[in-house]
């Protein structure tokens, strides 16, 4: 099997300098008192404003809402909200006799995810066992009053019909007055096929918050390993969708299209073996590994496309077209895809893409540029030769540009472990060195507050989310950041 790498990012995951380091999940409250504090206690303006926010997932801190005042989360089931100012933590719960602890809480919030802060309102998506859905909820802010706002169908089990298929750990954005949504439908195979991977169709849809009205604004089909479609970038106006996919489709519906198309004659000699009743069957119970041996020999078909959906208009344009190129082993051999570049944030209006180019044997090499949308143009912006940008949240919308424009990334020295952290000021395209950090990158941001960076950050073997000064993190104090959640 052949690993598909997005040079963007993967939500479960740390990505930094080429490093692919699982993350823990589980959240422990930090908390001052010896029990969560009511929300009743708080002042009424949680979140408000047009950014972008990304949904909280019940899977741990990496998965935060972290917004301008503070950050919304889900842990064992209830709903929580974390105060930057008074850095108290509070369930989202204002009945003063309460103990939260059980489904009549107003906080109780059972296998929630997407949990969002908007305009005083509480959003989350829900399961709905009895329709075989999940709803898109939305709650006052202790929780109460729920409604739905938009039902999306599983699917129905059949063989040969598509499922939605793992909703619950995507990444989903709220902002401008809409939810950003990836939605994965997988088809469904015989209990007796050998394999469960197979054909996918994926799509990108949004939701009027204030309507319901679901939207599918961009579709594909391919072989799930080989098709990859992402959300890179959210404006008010406009987004940009990527899709990489093997450059053939990788689609053949029989057998004798599948052998036209270029099976391995290894695994050609296997099947000419076989009855053609039971070549029959196996073909249509396992689809996929006549996929996956025609694959193998056809790596370097994989293509990457990106395109610029226009909310004015509701017109979608192909802005990039070109081929991926390859992540090398320790052993100097391909082993996975890499897209051209992913998109790094808004700057001005432009686009700012982070372009990776790998070769065998040697580190990375990044450069950043700026896309103009009006004229197509690139302008370059910062080679960080050997490095990576310092990642800026979770999920595959980040915006990497931080403190009114400024790109934190670091340059990679030779000892293999360190580097060199830098920051690069957009505005007057300067460059400061700031000090000297592990590759893996000691703290990554979730947000700003005022005069502090938000971020996660591990102490002590212990990942947790932390407030620091700017002028102690540029200056490299970290020690003096703040506890404010424990992982």
Not at 100 to 115: K, M, S, T, V
Request: with cysteine; hydrophobic share 35%; charged share 20%.
């Amino acid at each position: 099997m052949v690993p598909r790498l997005c040079a963007a990012k993967r939500s479960a995951l740390w990505l930094a300098g080429g490093l692919v380091v699982p993350v823990g999940i589980g959240l422990f409250v930090f908390l001052a008192s010896s029990r969560p504090t009511s929300i009743g206690e708080v002042d009424s303006s949680l979140s408000q404003g047009q950014e972008l926010r990304r949904g909280s997932n019940g899977s741990g801190a990496y998965y935060l809402n972290a917004n301008k005042t503070g950050i919304f989360y889900i842990d064992n089931n209830l709903m929580y909200y974390l105060d930057y100012a008074s850095e108290e933590t509070y369930v989202l719960c204002d009945r003063a006799d309460c103990k939260h602890n059980d489904a009549d809480c107003g906080a109780y919030l059972e296998g929630g995810f997407g949990f969002c802060a908007v305009d005083e309102q509480l959003y989350a998506f829900v399961t709905d066992q009895e329709k075989n859905s999940y709803n898109l909820i939305r709650m006052d802010r202790n929780g109460q009053n729920r409604r739905v706002v938009c039902s999306i169908s599983c699917g129905e089990e059949t063989v040969g019909n598509y499922v939605l298929n793992d909703f619950q750990s995507s990444d989903i954005y709220y902002g401008y007055g809409r939810a950003y949504i990836t939605l994965t439908y997988r088809i469904v195979k015989p209990p007796t096929a050998v394999s469960q991977n197979g054909l996918c169709k994926k799509q990108v849809c949004v939701i009027d918050l204030a309507t319901g009205k679901m939207e599918t604004l961009f579709e594909a089909e391919g072989v799930d390993l080989f098709l990859d479609v992402e959300i890179q970038a959210i404006a008010e106006e406009c987004m940009v969708i990527t899709m990489s996919q093997d450059a053939d489709g990788l689609v053949a519906e029989t057998y004798d299209e599948a052998l036209s198309s270029g099976l391995s004659d290894e695994l050609v000699e296997m099947l000419e073996a076989l009855p053609p009743d039971q070549r029959l069957e196996l073909w249509e119970n396992d689809l996929y590994s006549f996929y996956l041996g025609y694959a193998i020999y056809q790596m370097d078909q994989c293509q990457f496309s990106a395109y610029l959906y226009d909310f004015s208009t509701d017109q979608i344009t192909q802005i990039w077209d070109e081929a991926c190129g390859w992540h090398y082993s320790d052993t100097g051999l391909p082993d996975a895809w890499v897209d051209p570049f992913y998109c790094a944030g808004w700057f001005e209006g432009d686009l700012l893409l982070c372009f990776c180019r790998y070769e065998a044997g040697s580190e990375p090499q990044t450069t950043v540029r700026r896309y103009d949308l009006q004229s197509g143009e690139l302008y370059q912006v910062v080679d960080l030769s050997a490095g990576s940008l310092v990642m800026y949240a979770f999920g595959t919308v980040d915006n990497y540009v931080v403190d009114d424009g400024k790109l934190i990334y670091i340059r990679y020295l030779p000892d293999g472990n360190n580097g060199q952290l830098c920051s690069y000021d957009l505005k007057d395209n300067t460059e400061t060195t700031l000090y000297e950090d592990v590759r893996t990158v000691t703290f990554r941001f979730l947000g700003e507050y005022q005069d502090n960076f938000i971020g996660d950050m591990m102490v002590n073997s212990r990942h947790g989310v932390y407030r620091i000064s700017k002028a102690d993190y540029y200056a490299g104090h970290l020690e003096q950041a703040k506890l404010l959640l424990s992982v």
